[in-house]
């Protein structure tokens, strides 16, 4: 009954969240994160924690600890699944032999947005470069959703252009709204993608002064719709990227 119990708190802590009573939300959560780990789903122990952090973030408190709770879930996963290696001890690259789950997936991709949020560039680089090598092994086709690849390609594009790399950041853009533009009338998730990583497009080619081509690709860009129907994992997409 007990592992019932702390799956429920959990659950109802993330409804909470959804509805935007982050209060309720964080007390439900922290009380769940007291019990005993051994107690409860793995896959919701870890959305815990994660969630933990979306709410700091939300609420505009110490990022550090937002981090703690992400790197928390990160190692929490390494822990409880043999299968998940990393490049070294208290790494969060993972090695290429490494079989992911979503929830490790999930982690990692959350704690490389904080990173960029966060403005550490080379850090949130690092994690969305090992996680774009890691979807294209064959350890990761069975969990593979997809906006998975283009995604990253587009927190890529976006890194790379606030680094001022303004020629590869656009390079990356078109990739993700290529690859993502392919499941986009049957997948929300990856129609967000493509109409997220367009948008991104035509606003490089502006800056680089070819507005002949933007306008080209604004065309395009209204002609995207989103799909009224679709079962996806993926929340809140808007929260999930940044802009130029």
């Known amino acids: 009954?007990?592992?019932?119990?702390?799956?429920?708190?959990?659950?109802?802590?993330?409804?909470?969240?959804?509805?935007?009573?982050?209060?309720?939300?964080?007390?439900?959560?922290?009380?769940?994160?007291?019990?005993?780990?051994?107690?409860?789903?793995?896959?919701?122990?870890?959305?815990?924690?994660?969630?933990?952090?979306?709410?700091?973030?939300?609420?505009?408190?110490?990022?550090?600890?937002?981090?703690?709770?992400?790197?928390?879930?990160?190692?929490?996963?390494?822990?409880?699944?043999?299968?998940?290696?990393?490049?070294?001890?208290?790494?969060?690259?993972?090695?290429?032999?490494?079989?992911?789950?979503?929830?490790?997936?999930?982690?990692?991709?959350?704690?490389?947005?904080?990173?960029?949020?966060?403005?550490?560039?080379?850090?949130?680089?690092?994690?969305?470069?090992?996680?774009?090598?890691?979807?294209?092994?064959e350890n990761f086709k069975e969990i593979e959703e997809h906006a998975d690849a283009p995604l990253l390609k587009s927190y890529i594009g976006e890194i790379l252009y606030r680094k001022g790399m303004i020629e590869n950041s656009l390079k990356w853009s078109q990739d993700a709204y290529t690859e993502a533009s392919f499941h986009a009338k049957a997948n929300i998730a990856a129609a967000v993608v493509s109409q997220h990583s367009l948008q991104n497009c035509i606003s490089l080619y502006k800056k680089l002064g070819n507005e002949e081509k933007a306008q080209e690709l604004e065309k395009v860009l209204s002609e995207i719709v989103i799909p009224a129907r679709n079962e996806t994992s993926w929340k809140s997409a808007k929260d999930l990227f940044f802009s130029f």
């Open 1 to 137: 009954w007990q592992k019932t119990y702390v799956d429920i708190v959990i659950r109802l802590a993330m409804a909470k969240a959804e509805i935007g009573d982050l209060e309720n939300a964080n007390k439900l959560v922290l009380y769940s994160t007291r019990v005993p780990i051994d107690v409860g789903s793995l896959d919701l122990r870890s959305k815990s924690l994660r969630l933990v952090s979306k709410i700091l973030t939300l609420k505009g408190e110490d990022p550090e600890k937002a981090e703690n709770y992400l790197l928390d879930a990160v190692r929490f996963n390494e822990i409880h699944h043999d299968d998940i290696h990393f490049k070294a001890n208290g790494s969060v690259l993972l090695d290429a032999s490494s079989k992911l789950n979503r929830e490790t997936f999930q982690s990692l991709l959350d704690l490389g947005v904080l990173y960029s949020r966060q403005e550490k560039y080379s850090k949130s680089l690092e994690i969305f470069l090992n996680l774009l090598q890691i979807t294209e092994s």
